[in-house]
């Protein structure tokens, strides 16, 4: 398998305007697929919607969320224009500072492998090769 890219720490690089890259999470729980932090808000280009109301788990307020269009961005070589998503205040999701996460949404052309141990993602245009590989049933 020829890996396109190796990821360290479970982050995904993605590209926005003039080639700047942030680093996102990688979570493949994020229901929007993508959402960002104001850690990163004056760095993106984006078209202001509204905001939304954040809710904890038992349906209580957590805060509020900018709802946007982010105009433009790329991760691992495909372009994606005009998405629907939020901004979100870091803290109200995390206790150490964040750009935001990207989930399985963005992946789902690619062959994904991860490496616990070693925390790593690779990232594949290619078919995995199940000779080579220990297959649990």
């Known amino acids: 398998m020829i890996v396109e890219k190796i990821l360290k720490s479970r982050v995904v690089g993605v590209k926005f305007h003039e080639n700047k890259t942030y680093k996102l999470g990688f979570d493949t729980g994020c229901g929007t697929g993508i959402f960002f932090t104001d850690i990163i808000e004056n760095e993106i280009e984006y078209n202001y919607l509204g905001k939304l109301e954040a809710l ?77 590989l220990f297959i649990c049933i």
């Not at 307020?61 to 991760?75: M, S």
């Not at 005009?82 to 052309?109: P, R």
């Not at 062959?111 to 141990?117: H, P, Q, S, V």
Request: hydrophobic share 30%; charged share 25%; net charge negative.
């Open 56 to 132: 904890n788990r038992d349906g209580s307020h957590r805060g509020w969320n900018k709802h946007i269009i982010i105009n433009e961005f790329t991760v691992f070589g495909e372009n994606y224009k005009n998405i629907e998503t939020t901004i979100s205040d870091w803290d109200m999701y995390s206790s150490e500072k964040f750009n935001g996460t990207i989930g399985l949404a963005y992946f789902k052309s690619k062959i994904l492998t991860l490496d616990y141990a070693g925390h790593k993602i690779a990232v594949s245009n290619n078919p995995i090769d199940y000779e080579k």
